[in-house]
């Protein structure tokens, strides 16, 4: 199957400071990637979409200029919490599809832990 | 607004013991519904995806099924790596989006 690749697993940061994670679509081209934050035994919870040399699509909620989204090759997708704070910390993970309407395939998440 | 409900949110069993999964669904228009596996600290797994009430896939120990409001994954004789949180999405016909709305799922514990 694809596999989408997520870096960094972890990381933890001081308040204020921004953080960057990547997601790569190692074996397929992604024109969509989605991103995904989830809190302990919560649901997953889309927080945008993001299209291939676009700009990205929020969900309602989803401050736009907090979470910076760059699609900027077919392959590639970023996602940065800029000045972030205790409440951004969480589990972000970012899925990617072959094709329009079928299954998504996940990475293996980051944990975003702010002191 | 489509909205995913799984139950029970938490299930031990004994190993062998087999049981279900419930997933009962609201959406305007079923695109797809998926059930996917997750591990702690981990992305969700793909499992399944059906398409239209009467639909069945298995694979392994697992079967899913599909009527019009809800899904059942069956977990047959479970072995203890089964143990995981089951997640259930479901898909709206929407041209253009791939937008999955999640449940909560469905902490399985398989004791040895």
């Known amino acids: 199957g694809a596999v989408v690749s997520q870096h960094p697993s972890w990381v933890i940061c001081k308040s204020g400071t921004s953080v960057k994670i990547e997601c790569r679509s190692l074996d397929f081209q992604a024109t969509t990637m989605f991103w995904y934050r989830q809190f302990p035994k919560q649901s997953l919870m889309l927080m945008a979409t993001s299209n291939e040399g676009s700009k990205a699509t929020y969900e309602q909620g989803v401050e736009k200029d907090k979470f910076l989204i760059n699609h900027a090759s077919l392959t590639l997708s970023t996602l940065t919490v800029t000045s972030a704070h205790p409440e951004d910390s969480s589990f972000y993970i970012c899925?990617?599809?072959?094709?329009?309407?079928?299954?998504?395939?996940f990475g293996s998440g980051t944990q975003l832990s702010v002191l | 607004e489509d909205q995913v409900t799984q139950s029970p949110e938490a299930l031990r069993l004994q190993e062998g013991e087999s049981s279900s999964l419930n997933c009962s669904y609201t959406v305007s228009g079923l695109r797809g519904l998926f059930w996917y596996r997750q591990d702690p600290g981990k992305g969700p797994e793909f499992l399944f995806t059906l398409y239209s009430a009467g639909e069945e896939k298995e694979k392994e120990r697992l079967k899913a099924t599909l009527t019009k409001k809800e899904s059942f994954l069956h977990i047959t004789a479970p072995k203890p790596e089964d143990s995981a949180t089951y997640l259930c999405?479901?898909?709206?016909?929407?041209?253009?989006?791939?937008?999955?709305?999640f449940g909560t799922g469905t902490r399985l514990t398989i004791i040895p």
């Open positions: 899925s990617a599809t072959l094709r329009r309407g079928e299954k998504l395939f």
């Open positions: 999405a479901v898909q709206a016909p929407t041209f253009g989006n791939e937008k999955l709305t």
